[in-house]
């Protein structure tokens, strides 16, 4: 096995030592007017899990930022939520220096780096990662580590976290199931299909195809999708492109989506979501994602782990806008 598919092998590990791990620093007792949170890529996508499972559930609002400016109406009241793996994202440190001269409560899940200095020198609730992996692999734990955040907070409640640990500890299932997704869509351009509920598993599969891979990939979200991109697929024939569908057994739209692609003589891999609890199905289909992400580099001889040029765009970033 790659090394780099073991470190995602050991999610279920990784999930369970996470969910022991304490929140630190100093817990206000208060209310907030807004949640927003901040971070970028693998750190960045914890954001969208925590739109979806709170939308619907919770009266305040809830903004995804993954820019280096907060929007204005972030502001005293809200908590920022900052989350970097690296602790050394340039958008997410001045996004969190601003929400600090805003007068925000912030808080921050990463593993050191800037925010971890940060965040222990004003003592600011903060979640320890663990360190040596890449930020995508180390996804449960940055995942279980911002709802502890915001639990400990009063914002998500703690039964959020009862993820099922045997599903998700079906490490070989994982892996067969990643391979039967890699051999389908080898020579072609996954495009990824859900509804807004499911949108961060399409996100991150595109993400995983691209960080992993090495290959261009979209995703399209439903019902937007039913606006536009669902006349794209008219012509689709001319282009080598193949569908993974989120098929969510209680919407309607899905299934229409499906029936409409396979009718339109598209190739669909179809997974049914919306049997279990959210996290638990987050988690699974984003290690059969990542188990896919990794064959496909393996057998495209492209190494799975290195991304150099996140590295170039991070050096870029930091020359051009440090002041
Ligand atoms: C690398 C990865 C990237 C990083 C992103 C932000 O595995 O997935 O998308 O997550 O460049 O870096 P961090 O997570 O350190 O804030």
Redesign the pocket.
Do not use: C, D, L
């Given at each position: 096995m790659s090394e780099f598919l073991t470190s995602y092998m050991r999610w279920p590990e990784l999930l369970r030592s996470a969910l022991e791990e304490p929140v630190e620093g100093r817990i206000e007792e208060r209310e907030f007017r807004g949640l927003a949170v901040v971070?970028?890529?693998?750190?960045?996508i914890v954001g969208d899990v925590i739109k979806s499972l709170t939308s619907g559930e919770v009266e305040y609002p809830v903004e995804v930022v993954k820019d280096i400016k907060l929007p204005r109406w972030v502001r005293e009241g809200w908590l920022v939520l900052s989350?970097?793996?690296?602790?050394?994202?340039f958008e997410?440190i001045e996004a969190t220096e601003e929400a600090i001269e805003r007068g925000c409560s912030v808080a921050v899940v990463?593993?050191g780096?800037k925010l971890g200095e940060l965040a222990s020198s004003r003592d600011l609730p903060r979640y320890y990662l663990p360190r040596g992996?890449?930020?995508?692999?180390a996804f449960p734990a940055?995942l279980v580590g911002s709802v502890k955040v915001l639990a400990e907070l009063g914002l998500l409640a703690k039964e959020v976290l009862n993820i099922d640990l045997s599903r998700v500890s079906n490490v070989e299932g994982a892996i067969h199931a990643g391979k039967e997704l890699s051999n389908y869509l080898e020579g072609f351009m996954p495009v990824f299909i859900s509804n807004v509920k499911y949108y961060p598993l399409a996100l991150r599969g595109k993400?995983e195809f691209n960080?992993n891979a090495k290959l261009p990939a979209k995703f399209e979200i439903i019902p937007e999708w039913g606006h536009n991109d669902i006349v794209g697929w008219e012509g689709w024939a001319k282009f080598p492109l193949k569908a993974v569908l989120f098929r969510d057994v209680n919407d309607p739209l899905t299934s229409f989506a499906e029936e409409f692609l396979r009718g339109a003589g598209v190739s669909v891999k179809s997974y049914e979501v919306g049997l279990r609890d959210f996290l638990t199905e987050v988690i699974w289909y984003s290690m059969v994602i990542g188990a896919a992400s990794i064959h496909h580099a393996i057998k495209r001889g492209v190494n799975p782990e290195v991304?150099l040029s996140?590295k170039s765009?991070?050096q870029f970033i930091k020359k051009e806008l440090a002041d």
């Open positions: 971070g970028m890529g693998g750190s960045g989350v970097s793996y690296s602790g050394n994202t997410t990463t593993s780096g992996f890449a930020p995508r692999a940055i993400n960080e991304t996140i765009y991070k």
